[in-house]
């Protein structure tokens, strides 16, 4: 037994061990060994994938217990990626959990503590499965335990019909799935990944299982319009829990579709491309715009991660477009980009919901209008929280800031495409790249400011004291690894060429060396970047500063005195810069966009309208989409269940006769139809 099947079982042990500790008591032993099933069973997957991505022969794990037919986890290069996003999640997720869980009921800590472990389970599983029946089955599994997280806090508003959205889309989305891998394969879904390869598809087959797949996956990515469940499922899901549903859960979608497009059936037409780079650029506008207004800290980071998938899409859809015109240099780079970004996104979004799950237990509130000063009162959190909001914001040195530098060059480098459908959509995916980094920057500057600076706006802020040890611990192993990220794509970025160049038409991504902490191999006209000399530019200039600051600061005379209140002699609350107000300007530029729905109220006094007792103003911004295109369908899915009652009748009779004639109807047809 190999090294690479030892940990592929200690990590199902592991995890396996937690949920059973997990369900058995609510106590500290049993929060401490379910979250530390979690933490090793995590290490333990992230070593899996290291070993694989270092050589390592590969693990084979076939079960045979379900329905005769054997379930077959055969990990490679590709699944070995994502195993290791996975583990650098779940790990940190692990240690989390236990302070976590501390302030949590009996009940709720034990369907939190379970369903973070089968969770894992199923996302280490997935990324391992060898054939379409394997995939289907675990994928279904992953989903089930992410929506017994969404009802792990039961009590909390909206958690309910957030469920009730998320197995709606999801299970439209397994539909896709299964219809997509049917015709793949031919109906034979039991057939492994390497015998689909082998097979050649028509045309028209083979855009249908590029539609399908891109429904089936983009579902679970969350990319727009397919975003609905997002927004609804993160708010009520436990924090660390929401960082592994956006880290993890929405990389599967991405999982998928790089699997399918790059593997399974590559070499598609160049529409393919163009409808992903489109869709991703849609995504991540709209996610940005969507998240400036929002006031609750958690559905904030929530639409963020639709804006950050949009980006990873953007760099699929670009791969794939360029492939499609024989640009292999420029395909492999946007590719090694969109995964470059994958783990990237995992490790920031999973620290901001962490940070985000702090704060909510200190306060208990997710209403960032009812917070702020908590830097004072939460200082490691605070710290944390702007690590994340910086590599979120695309800032050097850190990660974000290496992964989309890598899309920026690839999309530039899809200007060498002689197509003038691709030489307009280039321009504009560029564009709104830069732009929705902008946005995203501004936002960060509302949500770390309104939360954490100033004075408290409220008694909750005012008491709030710092989150337990293992938070702080795990919030501090994502910080590193934004940082390590950050400094070290000259390493990552090779990394992930060689895991592409085996793939159909992405030879050009072994070529991605790195030369004196340079990124090297470059396709021609494109920039080059070294982390490591950005990061001394900024620290010596830093120190630059601090040192002017030091010889110059002893000359002036500096006056320290209270912030000037509009003529009251003492602050308050009421005095600071708001949420809304930080939102508004944008929210007018965009207005067309957001559509808001506005009420103005004045209360004027009884004895005359020339004195006015108080101005109510309230502004509403509802999801476009959702108006548009989901309450009509909610609308006719309530009329048609409507209708259907009529045969309802409560008569077991009725029913026996529902029942024959549906019986004769099928023998009907078996008898005539060919």
């Known amino acids: 037994m190999t090294v690479a099947d030892l940990l592929l079982r200690a990590t199902i042990a592991a995890y396996v061990t937690g949920v059973a500790a997990a369900l058995v008591t609510s106590r500290p032993i049993g929060r401490f060994l379910g979250a530390a099933g979690t933490a090793l069973g995590s290490g333990a997957a992230l070593a899996l994938g290291g070993a694989i991505l270092a050589g390592a022969r590969a693990p084979q794990l076939i079960v045979s217990s379900f329905a005769f037919t054997p379930l077959i986890f055969r990990p490679d290069a590709l699944g070995a990626f994502f195993l290791v996003t996975v583990g650098i999640v779940g790990v940190a997720a692990g240690v989390y959990g236990f302070g976590y869980s501390g302030g949590l009921h009996g009940g709720s800590v034990k369907a939190m503590g379970a369903g973070i472990n089968v969770l894992l389970l199923t996302l280490a599983l997935q990324v391992m499965a060898d054939n379409p029946l394997t995939f289907l089955f675990v994928w279904e599994a992953m989903s089930l335990a992410a929506c017994l997280l969404i009802l792990a806090e039961p009590d909390q508003r909206g958690a309910v019909s957030a469920a009730n959205w998320y197995l709606g889309v999801m299970h439209v989305g397994f539909a896709a799935l299964v219809a997509m891998f049917f015709f793949l394969s031919g109906g034979q879904l039991v057939a492994s990944f390497a015998d689909l390869r082998a097979v050649s598809l028509p045309g028209g087959v083979r855009d249908a299982v590029f539609v399908l797949a891109l429904a089936g996956f983009g579902s679970k990515a969350g990319i727009i319009p397919l975003h609905v469940w997002l927004p609804r499922a993160h708010p009520v899901a436990p924090s660390h829990g929401s960082a592994l549903m956006s880290g993890v859960v929405l990389k599967m979608g991405v999982y998928g579709i790089v699997r399918v497009t790059f593997d399974l059936i590559p070499g598609g037409p160049a529409w393919w491309g163009m409808v992903v780079l489109a869709l991703g650029t849609l995504s991540a506008l709209l996610g940005v715009l969507y998240a400036l207004m929002q006031h609750d800290l958690k559905r904030l980071l929530a639409y963020h991660s639709i804006e950050n998938v949009g980006i990873i899409f953007m760099g699929i859809g670009a791969a794939l477009l360029c492939r499609s015109y024989g640009l292999s240099g420029v395909a492999a780079l946007a590719l090694v980009a969109a995964l470059f970004h994958t783990i990237n996104h995992a490790c920031?979004?999973?620290l901001?919901?962490?940070?985000?799950?702090a704060v909510v237990r200190a306060t208990g509130t997710r209403n960032i209008e009812h917070l702020g000063g908590l830097i004072r009162r939460m200082p490691q959190t605070a710290f944390a929280f702007l690590i994340g909001s910086a590599a979120i914001s695309a800032l050097p040195p850190l990660n974000g800031f290496a992964s989309e530098w890598l899309?920026?060059?690839s999309l530039l480098g899809g200007a060498n495409v002689r197509s003038s459908a691709v030489a307009i959509l280039m321009p504009i995916a560029v564009g709104l790249l830069a732009l929705t980094s902008g946005l995203a920057a501004v936002c960060f500057v509302k949500a770390f400011g309104i939360t954490f600076l100033a004075i408290p706006r409220s008694p909750a802020a005012e008491a709030a004291v710092e989150a337990p040890r293992s938070m702080r611990v795990a919030m501090t192993m994502l910080v590193l690894a934004c940082v390590a990220l950050g400094l070290g794509?000259?390493?990552?970025v090779p990394a992930i060429g060689r895991i592409l160049a085996p793939l159909p038409g992405l030879a050009a991504a072994a070529e991605l060396r790195t030369s004196r902490g340079f990124i090297a191999g470059m396709p021609p006209g494109l920039g080059t970047m070294s982390a490591p000399a950005v990061a001394f530019a900024l620290m010596t200039l830093m120190l630059l500063v601090l040192v002017l600051l030091r010889v110059f600061a002893s000359r002036l005379r500096i006056r320290r005195a209270e912030t000037w209140g509009c003529g009251r002699l003492v602050q308050t609350p009421r005095m600071?810069?708001?949420a809304t107000a930080f939102a508004e300007p944008l929210k007018r530029v965009f207005a067309e966009?957001?559509?808001p729905t506005e009420d103005l109220t004045v209360d004027v006094h009884p004895d005359s309208k020339y004195f006015i007792r108080r101005i109510t103003y309230e502004s509403r911004i509802g999801p476009l989409l959702e108006r548009l295109v989901y309450e009509p369908i909610v609308?006719?899915?309530?009329?048609?269940?409507?209708?259907?009652?009529?045969?309802?009748?409560?008569?077991?009779h009725l029913y026996l006769l529902y029942m024959c004639a549906a019986l004769v109807a099928l023998l009907l047809a078996a008898r005539w139809l060919p």
């Open 348 to 350: 920031f979004k999973g």
């Open 352 to 357: 901001l919901f962490l940070c985000a799950g």
């Open 407 to 409: 899309l920026f060059q």
């Open 489 to 492: 794509p000259f390493l990552v």
């Open 576 to 578: 600071q810069y708001t």
């Open 593 to 595: 966009l957001y559509r």
């Open 635 to 652: 609308a006719a899915v309530h009329r048609v269940a409507g209708a259907a009652r009529s045969v309802q009748g409560g008569s077991v």
